[in-house]
């Protein structure tokens, strides 16, 4: 028997183009967009981790748990920056180096999203509903 219990989860959402560069704005957008926070939640801790990593791109900086912490605004405890951590990682827009945390592909995050999490988690995730979908006609008959 299959288990209910998801390998992966990729919520994606289509937003009205960014009309300004408010990096905020744009942050949640983006984070929204992949489904990593969902519609009206005001208070996520990975909003101001993915800025922290954003920032460290410009210094080509590997982040440690300990430096993400201590640069939140409220603080987080160390297990919840590794959750969020461990999101990010699964679709790929972060990667451990370094002995750190960055944005994968070497600090360059549409390079990342394009040809990591489309190329190996979208069409993974695809190409296993296709699979769902052939077994199921072989199931229901011709």
């Known amino acids: 028997m299959v288990g209910d219990a998801p390998l992966i989860e990729l919520v994606l959402r289509k937003y009205e183009r960014p009309e300004n560069s408010d990096k ?3 942050l949640r957008m983006f ?50 920056v590794r959750r969020h ?11 451990k180096a370094d002995g750190g945390y960055r944005i994968a592909e070497s600090f360059d995050l549409p390079l990342a999203f394009k040809y990591v999490t489309q190329k190996y ?20 008959g011709p």
């Open 24 to 26: 905020k704005a744009l």
């Open 31 to 80: 984070l929204l967009s992949v489904g990593l926070i969902q519609p009206g939640d005001s208070r996520d801790t990975i909003v101001p981790i993915f800025d922290i990593l954003m920032q460290a791109t410009k210094t080509k900086e590997s982040m440690k748990v300990g430096d993400i912490c201590a640069r939140l605004e409220k603080g987080a405890a160390p297990s919840n």
């Open 85 to 95: 951590l461990r999101r990010l990682m699964a679709i790929k827009l972060v990667e």
């Open 121 to 140: 988690v979208l069409s993974d995730v695809l190409e296993r509903i296709e699979i769902y979908a052939g077994a199921l006609k072989e199931a229901y």
